[in-house]
């Protein structure tokens, strides 16, 4: 199978300037980058983080690309190369190799990626998708989470809650959007929402050694933590708390470059939602009282 698939993806993959050598080689040539070069890497597995039964594979195979292009977005940077690494089931595993493809192609076609190699195997379990991807940044010019200082704003792109209803397989990358924020502003911290705004907010504190106040009200909530909370028994205020895989970013900047950006076009919408304070945690002030707010969401096993 293995082969034969790889004949096959020799001939879909386009050629770009950013691989000298790619799929059928021991190990992949890339061409060097300017600045630095930036990496991530994720997995996604059935059963865990999508459902074959239910969700196209085609799908499953986009989302394991965006997802480690979101990262690179919430880094400030520039994608150029993936590697994939697919853990196949024995029973229909070329269907599924071929399926879950035409996502990553799909994937990879709209931000101008090149798919420089990866591995297939097929075993006695579930549809496992490992992406590694590469990109670069001007030096020293990556989005940290440790930058955020006492004062600065705290913005969250886009709306939030609610993806299990169908936008947490095909999100949007904020590639754009961060590239566009660098030209006006001077970005201190960024995270993206994986694993819930509160939960990534209260992770990027921690790194930058702060807090926040927020003002909850301001939290764009989106249309499908509505939809979801007619039937889950939750507010649609909590989905947007913790849900998670929303893939929007959360950054900071100093408070005049936040109110120098809200004039710019930047054709995603971003809301100040609160401040960074000294004390740590994250907090709301509700008739001149603070209150602490307990952050909420995924928290990947061990």
């Not at 059935?46 to 074959?52: H, R, T």
């Not at 853990?87 to 070329?94: A, C, D, I, V």
């Not at 936040?258 to 000294?278: E, F, M």
Request: hydrophobic content about 40%; some cysteine; overall charge negative.
């Amino acid at each position: 199978m293995e082969h034969s698939f790889l004949a096959y993806l020799r001939g879909r993959c386009r050629k770009l300037p950013q691989v000298t050598v790619g799929i059928g080689d021991d190990a992949a040539v890339i061409e060097a980058v300017q600045g630095q070069q930036i990496a991530c890497v994720d997995q996604i597995i059935d059963g865990v983080d999508f459902l074959s039964a239910e969700h196209a594979l085609a799908d499953v195979g986009y989302k394991a690309v965006a997802i480690n292009l979101s990262d690179i977005a919430a880094m400030g940077g520039t994608p150029t190369t993936a590697l994939v690494s697919l853990s196949l089931p024995e029973q229909n595993s070329t269907r599924i190799a071929g399926e879950v493809y035409e996502g990553i192609l799909e994937a990879a076609a709209q931000f101008d990626l090149a798919i420089a190699g990866g591995d297939i195997s097929t075993y006695d379990g579930p549809l496992a998708i490992s992406v590694t991807l590469l990109g670069y940044v001007d030096k020293n010019e990556a989005f940290l989470r440790s930058g955020a200082t006492e004062g600065n704003a705290i913005l969250v792109s886009g709306a939030v809650g609610g993806s299990i209803r169908g936008r947490h397989l095909r999100p949007t990358p904020r590639l754009e959007l961060a590239k566009r924020i660098r030209q006006y502003a001077q970005v201190t911290a960024a995270i993206d929402i994986s694993d819930g705004l509160s939960l990534d907010l209260d992770r990027l504190c921690a790194a930058s050694g702060v807090g926040a106040e927020l003002d909850t009200e301001r939290i764009p909530i989106h249309e499908d933590a509505h939809a979801l909370s007619t039937t889950s028994g939750r507010t649609p205020f909590q989905h947007a708390w913790s849900d998670g895989e929303d893939f929007e970013l959360l950054i900071t900047m100093s408070q005049e470059h936040a109110d120098s950006l809200a004039a710019q076009q930047l054709g995603v919408p971003l809301t100040q939602i609160g401040n960074i304070v000294g004390r740590t945690g994250l907090w709301q002030r509700e008739q001149g009282q603070l209150k602490r707010l307990s952050p909420q969401g995924y928290i990947h096993g061990s």
